[in-house]
């Protein structure tokens, strides 16, 4: 018989060792925590309160719930995915008698192709921002390097930055960076970003408030947060034409696809981004299928 202990104490002891053991991202567990606060919300409208006290009709409505309240597939999934890791969790530990998720499913995320930006249109976000780091301000400087090193190395935001000084090699033209999982990988960038990390390594100096590792600072000179990034992007799309998205991830989205455009081959576009599956890159060709399509609709006299 499993001993019965409060959800909200259970859901913070998982959460602690997805941190400390399973090495997840940030990012992952602050999402888990979300739902699982919230799925503990909805259990208390039941009378539900501790961790025996599960079971599978109950997370079934509490899906069906955020389902009627609008919620996303992908969200819906992420939820599903959450609590089968915490049920699976507590029955090992003896905190439920079976695990009670492991028949619950989620619906099937929506596939929608992502946001990916021209040529042209890279060109002039870039040029714009290296007319404002020719004016030597040390933060335009930094912007300039952020965004070539988003779109040369297809990163994403968590990896730029979690980028070290000591990550960089000019020699190689090269980054070391920790992706998902706490995973190292390689990754190379051009010589335009090169330039642009050059000259912001010369004006860092203007934003250092104490010694720290970290490449891209912020204003009180300590490491750049993931919202700084996002704000940077989102203002630097808001006036290019497209739907969908407008953070970080529409330029590593940009980054490979115009890799495959350029006939880089699936696998090695893979080990770039650092897929765990080919699949997920596989998106991508798809993105390169629709965009060569388009072209063909409207240059082709007999499209």
């Known amino acids: 018989m499993a001993d019965a202990v409060h959800l909200g104490g259970a859901a913070d002891e998982y959460l602690l060792t997805l941190a400390g053991e399973r090495g997840l991202s940030e990012h992952t567990v602050r999402s888990y925590r ?18 025996t ?8 409505d509490w899906l069906w719930a955020g389902s009627n309240a609008g919620l996303a597939k992908s969200t819906l999934a992420r939820r599903s ?18 695990d009670v998720a492991a028949r619950l499913r989620a619906p099937k995320s929506d596939k929608h192709l992502p946001r990916v930006l021209t040529r042209v249109q890279v060109d002039g976000l870039l040029t714009g921002l290296a007319a404002r780091s020719d004016a030597g301000d040390a933060a335009a400087a930094r912007d300039l390097a952020i965004v070539e090193m988003l779109y040369a190395s297809a990163l994403r935001v968590s990896e730029v930055v979690g980028l070290n000084d ?4 000019f020699g190689a033209l090269t980054a070391r960076v920790t992706g998902k999982g706490s995973k190292e990988r390689v990754v190379p960038f051009g010589i335009p970003a090169a ?21 891209f600072l912020g204003a009180r000179g300590g490491r750049l947060g993931s919202r700084a990034v996002y ?15 407008a953070g970080p991830h529409t330029l590593r989205h940009t980054a490979a696809t ?20 080919l699949g997920t890159t596989q998106l991508y ?13 409207m240059a082709h006299p007999r499209a």
Do not use: C
């Not at 000591?166 to 090699?169: A, L, M, N, P």
């Not at 704000?231 to 998205?245: F, H, K, N, R, Y």
């Open 195 to 215: 330039r642009a990390l050059e000259q912001y390594r010369l004006r860092r100096g203007a934003l250092l408030r104490q010694p720290t590792p970290a490449l």
């Open 53 to 60: 006290q599960l079971d599978l009709e109950l997370l079934r």
């Open 166 to 169: 000591s990550d960089i090699d």
């Open 285 to 297: 060709t798809h993105v390169s299928s629709e965009r060569l399509k388009e072209s063909y609709r």
């Open 34 to 51: 979300a739902d699982l606060r919230d799925l503990i919300a909805f259990a208390a409208t039941r009378s539900v309160t501790t961790t």
């Open 231 to 245: 704000e940077l992007v989102a203002s630097l799309l808001a006036d290019i034409p497209g739907s969908g998205p």
């Open 81 to 98: 995915a959450a609590v089968r890791s915490f049920s699976q969790w507590l029955a090992k530990g003896g905190r439920t008698d079976s």
């Open 258 to 277: 115009h890799l495959l455009d350029g006939g880089a081959d699936l696998r090695s576009v893979q080990q770039m981004l650092g897929h765990a599956s």
